[in-house]
């Protein structure tokens, strides 16, 4: 069997766990996926203690979303619950004295591309946009929409994602430059005002 599909077979068991209320459940998605929500969220919370509390948030609601959710994509269906406790502890810790972290660098990067969230935006609007660059990297070459996604989905830093391709830090910064110079002329084309 391909190693893919046992990920895929033991996450449908897990899932089947979770609508039986199987609180086991949990503690198997702790073992097979901490290092990865633990990635996510310590990209944006920038230190240990607050990733591991997200990472306790997200089993909790992980718990709460299944059932009635059954995600086709587990890891991503959890990676996003990440994400967004995560940005939401981000935000809510914010103060005057900003801190650093690569969710902060990575929304500077795009700031010129996404609009900022001052709760006045229509809901509809960010659904559009969302697909609109959902739609774009996937006419985008692989190494450079996994590049995009690393630095702006996971939050990586550049020295990792360099690190893991092999290549330079300047060869990710270029690349990056030019995919988000892509997408804004993208979007244009298609009717944002960016």
Not at 68 to 84: M, Q
Not at 167 to 192: A, I, P
Request: include cysteine; proline fraction near 4%.
């Amino acid at each position: 069997m391909r190693k893919g599909g046992g990920r895929v077979t033991d996450d449908r068991r897990i899932i089947s766990m979770m609508e039986q209320r199987d609180e086991s459940a949990l503690e198997q998605i702790r073992e097979k996926y901490s290092a990865y929500l633990t990635r996510i969220a310590k990209n944006v919370l920038g230190n240990d203690a607050d990733a591991e509390e997200c990472v306790n948030e997200t089993l909790f609601r992980i718990w709460q979303k299944i059932p009635p959710a059954d995600p086709p994509n587990f890891p991503l269906f959890i990676g996003k619950i990440a994400r967004e406790l995560a940005i939401d502890t981000f935000r809510a810790k914010l103060t005057k004295k900003r801190r650093g972290s690569e969710y902060e660098v990575s929304l500077d990067e795009l700031g010129d591309l996404i609009p900022s969230d001052d709760g006045t935006g229509d809901l509809t609007d960010g659904i559009l946009l969302r697909d609109k660059i959902s739609e774009f990297l996937r006419l985008v070459p692989e190494q450079k929409r996994k590049i995009f996604i690393r630095r702006y989905f996971l939050f990586d830093p550049v020295k990792t994602i360099a690190r893991s391709y092999g290549v330079s830090e300047s060869y990710v910064k270029v690349n990056l430059y030019r995919t988000r110079t892509k997408l804004k002329e993208y979007l244009e084309k298609e009717g944002f005002t960016v």
